[in-house]
């Protein structure tokens, strides 16, 4: 089974479930919007000297809105990016991968009402 000593590495996911913010899916979400705004008026201003001081304006705005009352939601799409980037067909990372699954798998259940979807594959316990 994944017990298997060859199927074992380093943990991959594991170090995430200690930095996990609690935050909603909506400032999630617009948090990630806002880096996005921050992008526009950046490639706008080396576009544009037209209207650089509205957008200097706009952007610092934006930028301070984002730091003082998004900050959470930033840390929380910055570890995302670190998950998504990780080389899932990288044999290293697949073998510490398997070692942090039930971990994983554990607190997503706790998290999503104890739904067990792969229910007879493993022991998971709850």
Same mark, same amino acid.
């Given at each position: 089974?994944?017990?298997?000593?060859?199927?074992?590495?380093?943990?991959?996911?594991?170090?995430?479930? !200690?930095?996990?913010?609690?935050?909603?899916?909506?400032?999630?979400?617009?948090?990630?919007?806002?880096?996005?705004?921050?992008?526009?008026?950046?490639?706008?201003?080396?576009?544009?000297?037209?209207?650089?001081?509205?957008?200097?304006?706009?952007?610092?705005?934006?930028?301070?809105?984002?730091?003082?009352?998004?900050?959470?939601?930033?840390?929380?799409?910055?570890?995302?990016?670190?998950?998504?980037?990780?080389?899932?067909?990288?044999?290293?990372?697949?073998?510490?991968?398997?070692? !942090?699954?039930?971990?994983?798998?554990?607190?997503?259940?706790?998290?999503?009402?104890?739904?067990?979807?792969?229910?007879?594959?493993?022991?998971?316990?709850?």
């Amino acid at each position: 089974g994944l017990a298997n000593k060859k199927w074992v590495g380093s943990a991959v996911f594991t170090p995430y479930l !200690d930095k996990l913010e609690t935050c909603t899916c909506e400032k999630l979400v617009l948090s990630a919007m806002l880096n996005s705004y921050v992008e526009i008026f950046s490639n706008m201003l080396k576009e544009s000297n037209e209207i650089e001081g509205l957008l200097k304006g706009i952007q610092a705005s934006v930028t301070q809105l984002r730091e003082t009352k998004y900050s959470k939601e930033q840390r929380t799409l910055e570890q995302l990016q670190e998950i998504k980037l990780t080389n899932v067909k990288n044999n290293t990372i697949q073998l510490g991968a398997v070692k !942090d699954f039930l971990s994983v798998y554990e607190k997503a259940i706790t998290l999503g009402q104890r739904h067990q979807y792969l229910k007879g594959t493993f022991t998971v316990k709850t």
